[in-house]
């Protein structure tokens, strides 16, 4: 059994030294260790450190690829040197790496195959009241759209099984937090949150950059993950609004229409056939979707196998196909 402990880094010559000094080099559970840096364009001397510090495996980007695809790098990777589980966490040392059993934890036991750190957002004093209340708002919409009992979505520090990441794919270029726990929940990956403890802020983050910002991109990423694996329901929702308001205005016209006015009313008649029209299409939408969906399926399981053909491994814990 082997864990692979993997950090995405970018310029983090200053606070990498600090994170790798607290990840363990023993888990129980495990025979065996490893720690993995992905490397994403950095300027400054991330490699030279992760290297001095003992690092087993560096995957390095020439240029800044951004987080989601140093993640999904990371996984790669650490596919191809044989974990059987693969812990997520970040370079500037939020995360308190001795929870790190804990995480594992429901995947060493079999009750899941995705695990996701829940942070005390509540008590965490650099956060701001707006940032605090975002975090949950957000963690509800993933949870929703998910079907997932995630209480910290955006948090980066998860555990994941070899079955699990052998499945995963993200598209989102900005972040994968949201978008690889909708996609686990609709895959019928079992995902479950764990409490875990975090230390000081030792830099700002960032990913949030701005409060408008990091709501217009994670909505996005939310809607996009909607529409990539649930194309049905969301192009269902959507026409619903349309066709309900159209329906009414067009009732409304031809009630009116029989009481007798002498005025044509021709306007709302136009706006009850635009909005129908609009609705209809949205609908048609989801039926085209659900289609495209079935094949979109079927290529994942393609994948899967080839994968599974290509890394292959004997099942560990939360391995079962």
């Known amino acids: ?19 790798l000094a607290s990840l363990p ?21 991330t490699v030279e450190i992760a290297r001095a510090n003992g690092v087993d495996h560096i995957v390095d980007f020439d240029v800044n690829r951004g987080l989601a695809r140093a993640f999904m790098a990371g996984i790669e990777r650490a596919l191809e040197e044989g974990a059987d589980v693969i812990v997520n966490t970040d370079a500037d040392n939020q995360y308190d790496a001795r929870d790190i059993p804990v995480l594992v934890a429901p995947i060493l036991a079999r009750r899941a195959q995705f695990v996701v750190g829940a942070r005390p957002i509540s008590t965490i004093e650099h956060f701001s009241a707006a940032k605090k209340l975002l975090q949950r708002l957000g963690s509800w919409v993933v949870r929703f759209t998910s079907a997932t009992d995630v209480r910290d979505a955006p948090s980066g520090f998860r555990a994941i099984s070899r079955e699990a990441a052998l499945r995963l794919n ?8 949201l978008e690889s726990i909708i996609q686990a929940g609709r895959l ?16 700002p983050s960032r990913l949030i950059r701005s409060i408008p910002r ?19 329901r969301t192009f269902a929702a959507l026409g619903a609004l349309p066709v309900l308001i159209g329906s009414g205005l067009a009732v ?12 044509t009313r021709l306007p709302s008649l136009i706006v009850a ?37 290509r890394l292959g491994k004997d099942d560990g814990p939360g391995n079962a196909p």
């Open 273 to 309: 056939a635009v909005l129908l029209l609009v609705g209809f299409i949205l609908w048609l939408c989801a039926m085209l979707g659900e289609l495209i969906g079935i094949n979109r399926r079927l290529l994942e399981d393609m994948q899967h196998q080839l994968r599974r053909a």
């Open 25 to 45: 080099r023993h888990v129980d559970g495990f025979d065996s260790v490893e720690w993995l840096v992905i490397n994403d364009g950095s300027t400054d001397r």
């Open 170 to 177: 993200v598209f989102d270029g900005y972040s994968y937090t």
């Open 214 to 232: 990091y709501i217009t991109r994670s909505s996005l990423s939310i809607l996009r993950s909607l529409l990539v694996y649930s194309p049905g």
């Open 1 to 19: 059994m082997k864990l692979i402990i993997q950090i995405p880094c970018f310029n983090e010559e200053e606070s990498l030294p600090t994170t």
């Open 252 to 263: 409304r016209w031809l009630i009116l229409f029989m009481s007798g006015t002498e005025r």
């Open 188 to 203: 019928g990956i079992r995902v479950t949150s764990v409490p875990i403890r975090v230390n000081g802020e030792t830099r």
